[in-house]
């Protein structure tokens, strides 16, 4: 991940493109996580729901964004605190709104479950 999307740098959200969802998709969401953070669940950097199916990127207009790790809803960029994490950045097509108005990463994936129409996943990789 290049240091200008990190906590040592600039920490801009990067730019996360898309194309090609299924015809039934409804609703757009992203999760972008740390999986090598300590503790039993990965460290969230970003929850957003309710892009509409037209959308082809982010950043864009989200009808929600979640909470991360530290309770905020905003992008945390990445800071591991030692050694190369791995941050995944994940698409989800959901073929119903979730109607989400608060929560993050586990009221995101219970809102999802069994209505993901396609996903796309891809790993950064940023150390210290």
């Not at 591991?80 to 989800?92: A, D, I, N, T």
């Not at 929560?103 to 990789?125: F, N, P, Q, T």
Request: zero cysteines; aromatic letters at 8%.
């Amino acid at each position: 991940i290049p240091k200008e999307f990190t906590a040592d740098g600039a920490g801009k959200v990067p730019e996360i493109r898309w194309s090609g969802l299924p015809k039934s998709t409804q609703e757009i969401a992203l999760l972008v996580e740390d999986s090598d953070a300590p503790g039993d669940k990965p460290f969230v950097h970003l929850v957003v729901a309710g892009l509409v199916p037209s959308a082809t990127e982010y950043p864009a207009s989200p009808s929600f964004i979640g909470q991360d790790s530290d309770g905020k809803a905003e992008y945390f960029p990445p800071a591991p605190p030692s050694g190369v994490h791995h941050y995944h950045f994940e698409v989800f097509a959901v073929d119903q709104a979730t109607h989400m108005s608060a929560g993050g990463r586990e009221e995101l994936l219970r809102a999802i479950s069994g209505h993901v129409v396609a996903k796309g996943e891809l790993v950064g990789l940023y150390g210290r």
